[in-house]
């Protein structure tokens, strides 16, 4: 029997709700319809290009179109650094799977250990990471042949420096962003590095572009640079220099040619050296430009700015008698010696037989300021004029607190420290009757125009006189080259340590020029710290100055001015005291 149920008992039931709460809530319903609808209407119409603007930056990028950086080119167009197309990988962790079987094939066209690799792929919350920048194009095909989820390519570019070694001072490298870092690339890289272009797009979460949203703006590349470098003359150099080093067991080595027409540097090179295209754990003296930025005492090189100045005053001639016996002279309690005493030399003789004595008489006939003016001329003292980074100055200090004994050994090259592109730079009064040129590392037809220190007829004298140094009987007959006439002096300097000079640890070091009566180069070279018994500057480096004048003069197809085989002698070399 069905039980009727009676819905007007119910307390809960037979109560009356108010009219204003039903209708209160239709309001509420119909306000909050209406402002969601108002904004819609904002995020639709009225508030359009801000969101706009916020999806953009969620979907679409700027993507940079990286320019071609400008090759370096040596004086005859050689290339000596270029770009080539090198792609990065790149991965999104979350996406990759770290157990793929091909995971070990990919970590070996890496170069790198498996457990590397999946290091980088740890983090899962990363939706970019750079696996390997810059690998070789055939590689990236391989690369992209295993098909592995989540890696990706970017295409960049890489560079390339086909002459190694020989010329990685000068040239330099760029780091994996190709900008410059070392040398002419460093020096250069503004002009080298073009701009870049730009393409927007829009991108899917895999970064895979799904639309052009803009034209694309494109990438301006970068000039070519035409140095002044020789590539010939600059192998040969740095090929002679390594030999001179190992040689001598020496710690290091530099040399530097100049062509005297135009201040143009035809070689510049160190060793040791390293490769640009090989990078890994470089150090401090592989990356060092010993050229610029390593300073020493220059010893008798600097004898024949003494003379030059003498002659200039008007102190002496060149057949001028000078008394060098007993081979000693004190100056303020201190005692200057030739390492060889001689009697009465001319000037000519004194500059040929490199004597300290004959060098201090002249100096001490001038004052200190007259001295310090000829040196700051020459520009001893003062930062070079060149691009690259890290070269020094040297040390020439004021005249106003030079003692007697400071000024006698700077006439012979202790007290101040050059740099061997200085010495070079500064020889080229006497290659250029009487006239300082500036020197140049970019390729130049224009003859340089240099500024006078010297009267021509007292620079060709003392030229004269450097000229007999490398003749029998003077300090520098290893440098007599095969069919070409030369001079120039040598210089043998301990090391400076601390406050003192170091025991048994020297540079040798000879800057000359050839052919004598019109030279057409500059050649300078230090040997740094030779430890198999030979030290002196005659020995060690007039050698390599040598060898390296034959051969440049022959590439610059410069004819020979002898006819006979050059005089040289065997017995050591005459120096200067230390």
């Known amino acids: 029997m069905s039980r009727s149920i009676n819905y007007a008992s119910s307390p809960l039931l037979a109560s009356k709700t108010p009219v204003w709460r039903s209708k209160f809530i239709v309001a509420g319903l119909a306000l909050a319809f209406a402002g969601l609808a108002g904004r819609a209407a904002y995020v639709q119409v009225i508030g359009n290009d801000f969101f706009k603007r916020q999806g953009e930056v969620r979907f679409a990028r700027n993507l940079e179109l990286p320019a071609n950086r400008g090759r370096v080119l040596d004086r005859n167009g050689l290339i000596l650094a270029s ?3 090198a792609q990065s990988i790149w991965a999104i962790p979350e996406d990759v799977e770290k157990n793929h079987p091909k995971m070990r094939e990919l970590a070996k066209l890496l170069d790198m250990p498996l ?27 391989k690369i992209a042949a295993l098909d592995i989820k989540g890696i990706y390519q970017r295409r960049e570019y890489k560079r390339r420096y086909p002459e190694g070694e020989a010329t990685a001072h000068v040239v330099g490298f760029t780091n994996v962003e190709d900008r410059g870092q070392e040398g002419v690339e460093l020096a250069f890289n503004q002009e080298l590095a073009g701009k870049a272009g730009s393409r927007r797009v829009i991108k899917d979460r ?5 639309e052009d949203v803009q034209d694309v703006v494109p990438p301006v590349d970068g000039p070519d640079l035409a140095l002044s470098i020789d590539s010939k003359v600059q192998y040969f150099a740095w090929q002679k220099l390594r030999q001179a080093v190992l040689q001598h067991k020496a710690k290091a080595g530099s040399v530097i040619v100049i062509d005297t027409t135009t201040g143009e540097v035809l070689a510049l090179a160190n060793y040791p050296s390293y490769d640009p295209n090989q990078r890994r754990n470089l150090s401090g003296e592989q990356l060092r430009n010993r050229v610029l930025t390593d300073t020493f005492e220059p010893g008798s090189t600097m004898k024949p700015f003494i003379a030059a100045l003498a002659l200039d005053k008007g102190l002496v001639k060149p057949t001028t008698l000078i008394q060098t016996a007993p081979g000693r002279i004190t100056i303020g309690g201190s005692t200057i010696r030739d390492t060889h005493p001689k ?6 003789e004194v500059i040929q037989k490199s004597s300290n004595v004959g060098t201090v008489k002249m100096a001490m006939q001038m004052s200190p300021r007259e001295m310090w003016e000829m040196y700051a001329q020459v520009g001893f003292g003062q930062k070079p004029q060149v691009p690259f980074p890290g070269a020094v100055a040297g040390r020439l200090r004021p005249y106003k607190t030079w003692r007697p004994i400071e000024q006698a050994t700077m006439s012979y090259g202790y007290g101040l420290s050059v740099s061997i592109y200085q010495l070079a730079q500064a020889y080229t009064i006497f290659a250029r009757d009487g006239e300082l040129i500036p020197l140049t590392l970019l390729k130049s037809d224009t003859p340089a125009q240099g500024v006078r220190v010297f009267s021509e007829r007292n620079a060709r004298a003392v030229r004269d006189m450097l000229a007999m140094a490398a003749q029998p009987g003077g300090s520098a007959t290893r440098a007599q080259t095969m069919g070409y006439s030369v001079g120039g002096k040598t210089g043998t300097a301990r090391k400076q340590e601390g406050n003192g000079y170091a025991e048994g640890k020297y540079r040798g070091f000879f800057v000359g020029m050839a052919p004598i009566e019109q030279p057409r180069i500059i050649v300078a070279v230090m040997i740094d710290e030779p430890t198999d018994g030979k030290f002196y500057g005659g020995v060690v480096a007039a050698p390599v100055f040598s060898e390296t004048v034959q051969e440049t003069l022959r590439i610059l197809g410069v004819q020979p001015d002898m006819n006979v085989k050059p005089q040289i002698v065997t017995t050591e070399p005459v120096e200067e005291a230390f």
Not at 125 to 139: A, H, N, S
Not at 206 to 210: A, D, I, M, T
Not at 343 to 348: E, H, K, P, R, S
């Open 83 to 85: 770009s080539v197309v």
């Open 115 to 141: 457990a590397e690799l999946r290091k980088r792929l740890a983090d899962n919350d990363k939706t970019f990471v750079w696996v390997k920048r810059q690998v070789d194009e055939p590689i990236a095909q």
């Open 206 to 210: 895999l970064g895979r572009v799904v």
């Open 343 to 348: 009697d009465v030399l001319t000037v000519a």
